[in-house]
């Protein structure tokens, strides 16, 4: 349909476009540009938004204000508390700026994990990339059932190993998700089975990059229960089993 168009005082150099029966008001335009319009019948349509009731933006304001003071690692997806530095009660252990993180991207867990800002970023980024679509088909995720987070101990607390890199403040395990339904996929129970395994296996496969470390069932009889994240770094690049 050919447009037609109405011309307008020098107070703006765009004209007033009528289409489809529309008179559409660019943002600059006022109801001066309107009253000159008037000799056009059809019903008319401003291009600037529509102004917010005021309460709704003091809501507004006030959840992202709460939301930036609960904010760790320069990040408001990052929910939590700063301690600043933990030291171990070996020199191999501790961190040296840690924080406890209660949520990411939304989802809550289930006990605080003191972590590293390395470690609690890549939880977010796995979680938006691939804990969040994998378990969309099941109803979406609200909580992570966190098995274990900082201790200082040596790998699989076996005697003589190598210090864990839970010790380090840079680990993670997750036993559980919740669903919005209030279910728990456990990774005990669901590896294996027709309804959960699937996700379950998209989200081991789906951390191996973002972390240094991906550990699961299979891998070795200590992580049948849980998936094992971490950030540590190899030059041969991440270790995932």
């Not at 069932?217 to 041969?236: E, I, K, N």
């Amino acid at each position: 349909m050919p447009r037609a168009t109405v011309s307008l005082p020098a107070a703006t150099a765009q004209p007033v476009v009528a289409r489809s029966g529309v008179i559409l008001l660019q943002p600059d335009q006022s109801a001066v540009h309107l009253a000159s319009a008037a000799s056009f019948s059809g019903p008319v349509s401003a291009l600037r938004p529509s102004v917010r009731p005021r309460s709704l933006e003091q809501k507004a304001m006030a959840k992202k204000r709460k939301r930036a003071k609960g904010a760790v690692c320069g990040d408001v997806d990052l929910q939590g508390t700063y301690l600043g530095p933990v030291p171990g009660p070996i020199a191999a252990c501790g961190i040296g700026e840690a924080i406890k993180l209660r949520s990411v991207s939304g989802i809550a867990l289930s006990q605080e994990a003191v972590m590293d800002c390395a470690t609690a970023k890549a939880l977010k980024t796995w979680t938006e990339r691939s804990a969040k679509p994998a378990l969309a088909r099941l109803g979406g995720l609200t909580g992570y059932r966190v098995a274990a987070h900082y201790t200082c101990r040596t790998r699989n607390n076996q005697p003589g190993a190598k210090v864990s890199e839970h010790g380090k403040g840079r680990a993670i395990d997750i036993s559980g998700f919740q669903l919005q339904s209030g279910e728990i996929v456990s990774v005990l129970e669901g590896w294996n089975s027709r309804r959960h395994g699937k996700a379950l296996r998209a989200m081991h496969a789906g951390a191996c990059g973002t972390f240094g470390t991906v550990l699961g069932p299979g891998s070795d009889g200590y992580h049948r229960d849980h998936l094992h994240f971490d950030t540590a770094r190899y030059r041969s690049g991440s270790y995932c089993r």
